[in-house]
């Protein structure tokens, strides 16, 4: 296997070298924001396909900003090193990227600013094929875990020591034999899943918790929103959802850079319609499908592709 690159520290460094100090901030404390993006290899065309890679550096500016991070490079300065790093770690299948921007300040104190304070910003990528099940459909239960509320930590920051909340719920629902959780908020909303927003079908709408329900305000939903209502003619209604609403829709599926669009078929023991992957569900699936791999040329906007060397 050839060398693997990081960016860190304002460098591409081997991965083994790519290594912090154990009395970093970020360590310390989970001071840090960060960013699942996704490429696709394009084999006939020997290219990488980066899906909305702009729209995630500007998710990751804002979330740097509810956390008093300020990222050391630009959103196009970010773009370019992605760019690089795929190229330079001769990606050649789907892969995932994951930038970071963190408090690499070496100290004490879980305050977010201090006079010199020093932010910085890191990348790497990892092969990833498939992080649920989007074939068959999944079996999903309500976790007793409550999402963090806005008032706490920020859902819709992508902050690195929250997903300290998703580790607990989606542990333990597995533990329970559940291949992925939904979680509600501390009103009993249905917020999400536990790295994906949640979509439901009842009577031909698509229903979506709405933003002030304690989500990620995920791009996976708002692509999907976008997909629906122009290709399908399907509007989606953006309001609170009950626990008992998961149990009655006619489909259900979750959306996520990393899951894709995950069909659910089952929540807490109870089949979400006839139990099998609805046809909207499956429309929506073929649609961002095509979307990812640059296959709609209406949204070619969406997609960066890097041309890969022989
Ligand atoms: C908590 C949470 N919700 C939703 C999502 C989906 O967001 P996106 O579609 O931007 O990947 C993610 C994944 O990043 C997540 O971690």
Known sequence: ?????????GDFLPLEQATINVRTHAFLYGTAVFEGIKAYWLPETAEMAIFRVAEHYQRLCQSSHILRLVPPLSIDEMVDLTLQL???????QDTYIRPIVYKA????????QV????????????????YLDTAKGIHVGVSPWRRLDDNAIPARAKVNGAYVNTALAKTDGALCGFDDVVVLTNEGHVAE?????????RKGQLITSPISDNILEGITRQTIMELADRELGIQTICRAIDRT???????????????????????DHRSVGTG?????????QGLYNKAVHGLLPQYEAWVTRVKMGG
């Open 1 to 9: 296997m050839s060398q693997e690159y990081a960016y860190l520290r």
């Open 86 to 92: 795929v190229q330079k770690n001769q990606c050649r």
């Open 105 to 112: 300040d070496l100290r004490i104190g879980p305050i977010l």
């Open 115 to 130: 006079p010199d304070t020093r932010d910085d910003f890191c990348l790497f990528t990892l092969p990833m094929a498939g």
């Open 193 to 201: 899943g536990s790295a994906m927003n949640l979509f439901l079908v």
């Open 245 to 267: 609403e998961l149990y009655i829709a006619d489909e259900a599926f979750f959306v996520g850079t990393a899951s894709e669009v995950a069909p659910i078929v089952k929540f």
């Open 276 to 284: 099998t992957v609805g046809a909207i569900t499956q429309q929506i």
